[in-house]
């Protein structure tokens, strides 16, 4: 099951519970659903408490207990900054007419790479920084390949999203867009909080049967922007603060566009995306949920003559 498949089943068996019955008579409600590996997850406290509070047998009535609704649909929700700190930044890849299963062979770091068993994207993570049993964890700035988590986006589209990517690198930054769009179109959005001073940003890029058809990027007091960008979708009616200028914009007076770290228009923005391709993000799946995962090819260009990268490794410490 996908996310986008959990997700669904989120939202089927709050009205199903009602129609549960016991194989035998112990059983008072259908408590074995929390341990299984895919919907177990799905099972906030607030769902346990609207599983145990659903009338069953001779009592049920056909409508389930009231819980919170936790996967809002479209993309909206990932201008919501949580109060922990957590996503900062997102990025992700969509891709038309294509399963989740075959998004490795398209996007892969590696040539017949698959895809991994289901997983938090925390717990991918820290698989991932293992290098075989040794240990040693290695990061450079030569390559940014994202390790994602995988599922439906709506009707016939996949994602593969990361929630903790690199800072975005403008000058070497390349779209998977092109690569991912061999069979149809492919999206790519990337969103970042103002951390170091620099401007909040908010990349899109389309491409399609393998050429990139438009994009822009906003960043700060600026809006690089390429191709003939759809009306829907052009950054200057998204991000009202910014005054187009060949392509490159300037902001419209003081920087008030900004708030808390963020962008003036992301929603919207994300919004209008979602609207434009008919796609959606499962929230809880990817906050909380298990995803099948893989890893990327590079976001970023391979550095050119004169330009220098960092390795850095990271071993246990030993006495």
Not at 1 to 10: E, K, L, Q, R, T
Request: hydrophobic share 35%; net charge negative; glycine share 14%.
């Amino acid at each position: 099951m996908g996310g986008g498949g959990a997700d669904a089943a989120g939202r089927t068996l709050p009205a199903a519970r009602p129609g549960w019955q016991p194989l035998g008579p112990d059983p008072l409600a259908p408590v074995g659903l929390t341990a299984d590996l895919l919907l177990g997850p799905l099972f906030t406290p607030e769902h346990g408490r609207a599983l145990l509070a659903t009338p069953r047998g001779e009592e049920a009535t056909g409508v389930a207990g009231a819980v919170v609704d936790e996967d809002p649909e479209g993309l909206a929700w990932l201008a919501d900054r949580p109060g922990n700190g957590q996503r900062t930044a997102y990025r992700f890849l969509l891709v038309e007419d294509v399963a989740p299963a075959a998004l490795p062979a398209l996007v892969g770091a590696e040539d017949g790479a698959e895809l991994h068993p289901p997983m938090t994207l925390w717990d991918a993570r820290h698989a991932s920084r293992s290098d075989g049993d040794s240990g040693v964890r290695t990061r450079s700035s030569y390559d940014d390949k994202a390790l994602v988590g995988v599922g439906r986006a709506g009707p016939g589209w996949s994602f593969a999203f990361d929630n903790h990517p690199q800072p975005f690198n403008e000058a070497r930054f390349v779209s998977p867009a092109a690569v991912a769009s061999r069979h149809g179109r492919a999206v790519v959005v990337w969103g970042e909080a103002d951390q170091y001073g620099g401007g909040a940003l908010f990349h899109l890029s389309v491409a399609e049967r393998g050429e990139e058809r438009y994009a822009f990027t906003v960043r700060g007091n600026r809006c690089e922007r390429f191709g003939q960008i759809p009306q829907d979708l052009d950054p200057a009616r998204l991000f009202p603060a910014t005054r187009d200028s060949g392509s490159d914009s300037e902001r419209d007076g003081v920087r008030s566009g900004e708030r808390d770290g963020g962008l003036s228009g992301e929603a919207t923005a994300l919004a209008a995306i979602a609207a434009a391709f008919r796609v959606t993000l499962p929230r809880y799946a990817l906050d909380h949920g298990r995803l099948h995962t893989f890893t990327t090819c590079s976001w970023t260009r391979p550095p050119g003559p004169g330009e220098t990268y960092v390795v850095m490794s990271f071993g246990p410490v030993t006495p």
